[in-house]
């Protein structure tokens, strides 16, 4: 990256403080703050144990449903065939 | 802020962040005039300023008073900012005034023509970032060769030794040119 200098009488319009202070948000900047640092402070799912189990849980029961869904299907076709002569 | 008081407004933003607006209302149009002075845009230096607090907010708990002014400490995290918002340009223009390059130009020995303030400005360009960021700090934002330690990451005497020998190398720059 390249760096150019522009030198005039003038420069560039300097902002008063009452400009300034327009741009000023403590409120904002605190708000900011304490979303980065609860952010940087959360624990991961699955280093807390309680929601670990639960999401141990959540997928074996998953797996749980997809294998009986699938069982039923194959018997199902299964029957179908047994049934045609 | 008298540098007792400014160690005090630390320690208490260190216990308790909402203390650290103290130390954001007496900081905060120095340093977005710095931005400002680098970045151009009003409403880029207005955010970029926001980030530079909230990144000093969040590093406090590690900053350690050695009686060095607080501003060169959020002038350096301001400049790291201003590099993040640089990397995807090509070209940064930076504006001055003459007033802002008075200091220099007589750190040089050469006049305030029209002339020569406009071979300063090309020098200037010619010169890698990190030899310019000493003038800039130096004439441009008016810094102590303690406060350009702070800000650069070297020590006072580092900072006067390479302020000086980029002002040798300006200066031959600008014979040359003539």
């Given at each position: 990256?390249k760096?150019?200098?522009h030198?005039?009488?003038e420069?560039r319009?300097?902002?008063?403080d009452?400009?300034?202070?327009?741009?000023?948000d403590?409120?904002?900047?605190?708000?900011n703050?304490?979303?980065?640092?609860?952010l940087l402070?959360?624990?991961p799912?699955?280093?807390?144990?309680?929601?670990?189990i639960?999401?141990?849980?959540?997928?074996?029961?998953?797996i749980f449903?997809?294998?009986v869904v699938?069982k039923?299907?194959t018997t199902?076709?299964?029957?179908?065939?047994?049934?045609?002569? | 802020m008298?540098?007792k008081?400014?160690a005090?407004s630390?320690?208490?933003?260190?216990?308790d962040?909402?203390?650290?607006?103290?130390?954001?209302?007496h900081?905060?149009?120095?340093?977005?005039r710095?931005?400002?002075r680098?970045?151009?845009?009003?409403?880029?230096?207005?955010?970029?300023t926001?980030?530079?607090?909230?990144k000093?907010?969040?590093?406090?708990?590690?900053?350690?008073?050695?009686?060095?002014?607080f501003?060169?400490?959020?002038?350096r995290?301001?400049?790291?900012?201003?590099?993040?918002?640089w990397?995807k340009?090509?070209e940064?223009?930076?504006?001055?005034?003459f007033a802002e390059v008075?200091?220099l130009s007589?750190e040089?020995g050469t006049d305030?023509?029209?002339?020569?303030?406009q071979q300063?400005?090309?020098a200037m360009?010619?010169l890698p970032?990190?030899?310019?960021?000493l003038?800039?700090?130096?004439?441009?934002?008016?810094?102590?060769f303690?406060?350009?330690g702070?800000?650069?990451?070297?020590?006072?005497?580092?900072?006067?030794?390479?302020?000086?020998?980029?002002?040798?190398?300006l200066?031959?720059?600008m014979t040359?040119r003539?």
């Amino acid at each position: 990256m390249k760096h150019r200098y522009h030198i005039s009488k003038e420069g560039r319009k300097e902002p008063s403080d009452a400009e300034i202070a327009k741009y000023r948000d403590p409120k904002k900047l605190l708000y900011n703050y304490q979303r980065a640092t609860n952010l940087l402070h959360k624990k991961p799912l699955y280093k807390d144990p309680k929601s670990f189990i639960v999401l141990i849980l959540i997928v074996a029961l998953a797996i749980f449903i997809a294998e009986v869904v699938e069982k039923d299907r194959t018997t199902g076709t299964e029957d179908k065939e047994q049934q045609v002569p | 802020m008298d540098p007792k008081d400014e160690a005090t407004s630390i320690r208490s933003a260190q216990g308790d962040p909402r203390c650290f607006a103290l130390l954001y209302e007496h900081y905060f149009a120095e340093v977005f005039r710095f931005i400002l002075r680098r970045a151009g845009d009003r409403d880029m230096t207005a955010d970029l300023t926001q980030q530079t607090f909230l990144k000093a907010m969040l590093a406090l708990p590690k900053y350690e008073f050695r009686g060095t002014p607080f501003r060169a400490w959020l002038y350096r995290i301001a400049l790291n900012e201003l590099r993040m918002h640089w990397r995807k340009r090509k070209e940064v223009v930076i504006d001055m005034s003459f007033a802002e390059v008075r200091g220099l130009s007589e750190e040089l020995g050469t006049d305030m023509e029209d002339e020569r303030i406009q071979q300063l400005a090309h020098a200037m360009g010619r010169l890698p970032s990190g030899k310019a960021r000493l003038i800039e700090l130096r004439f441009m934002d008016g810094l102590s060769f303690v406060e350009m330690g702070v800000v650069l990451e070297i020590g006072e005497d580092a900072a006067k030794m390479r302020t000086h020998r980029v002002l040798a190398l300006l200066r031959s720059m600008m014979t040359t040119r003539g």
